[in-house]
């Protein structure tokens, strides 16, 4: 059996999870969410948790036997809590600020970028430092898919380090050709 699909999803206090037909809705005080269970996992809501259960022992039941659990673990965390990724925005002159519901980024191109935020996504700059973003919503794959999008417009590249990156992300540097070239005995001598 699974290991994650065998763990009950415990539901917070506020908290609440109903099945109508193949449709799964939780509800908290950020919000609602509602996900389609797949046909090879019976979900039932048991007290104050969740359990999923495989119908069938086939490579695609254990394999979205553990999918369903994490997918509903995930709803609830966003409905409770919420998800936030974060962006850095590094080089001279780049910048980002929201407007309404566009996001205006200039990164150096002849043209600024307009990224039209998606409904349920709110985009904040640092207070302190202008070139952080703080992306938030309560759903993990539509965060992690914004800040993914942002991200390449610019990504970091290697020997300036330039670009926008996630905070937590390291950017292997490169020396460049001058750095390179020094110490190596030259092909005219």
């Known amino acids: 059996m699974s290991r994650i699909g065998r763990k009950p999803v415990a539901l917070p206090s506020g908290v609440t999870a109903e ?5 799964m809705k939780v509800k908290g ?34 394999a979205r036997h553990g999918l369903t659990r994490q997918l509903i673990f995930n709803m609830v965390l966003g409905v ?8 850095e925005i590094i080089g001279v002159g ?10 205006l980024l200039s990164l150096g191109m002849s043209h600024p970028v307009d990224f039209a935020i998606p409904e349920g996504i709110a985009i904040t700059p640092d207070e302190k430092n202008k070139n952080l973003l703080s992306i938030r919503g309560i759903d993990k794959q539509l965060v992690g898919q914004v800040a993914a999008e942002i991200r390449s417009y610019r990504p ?8 926008i990156r996630y905070t937590t ?3 292997r540097r490169k020396p460049g050709k001058a750095a390179a070239g020094k110490g190596a005995p030259s092909a005219a001598a």
Do not use: H, M, N, W
Request: proline share 6%.
């Open 80 to 87: 409770s809590q919420g998800f936030e990724k974060k962006l």
């Open 29 to 62: 005080p950020k919000g609602e969410l509602a996900i389609v269970i797949l046909p090879e996992v019976a979900v039932k809501v048991e007290g104050s948790q969740v359990v999923v259960e495989r119908k069938e022992d086939s490579d695609a039941g254990r």
């Open 169 to 171: 992300e390291t950017v």
């Open 19 to 23: 099945i109508k037909g193949t449709t």
């Open 156 to 163: 970091p590249e290697p020997y300036k380090g330039k670009g």
């Open 94 to 103: 780049y910048k980002a600020q929201v407007q309404g519901k566009k996001l």
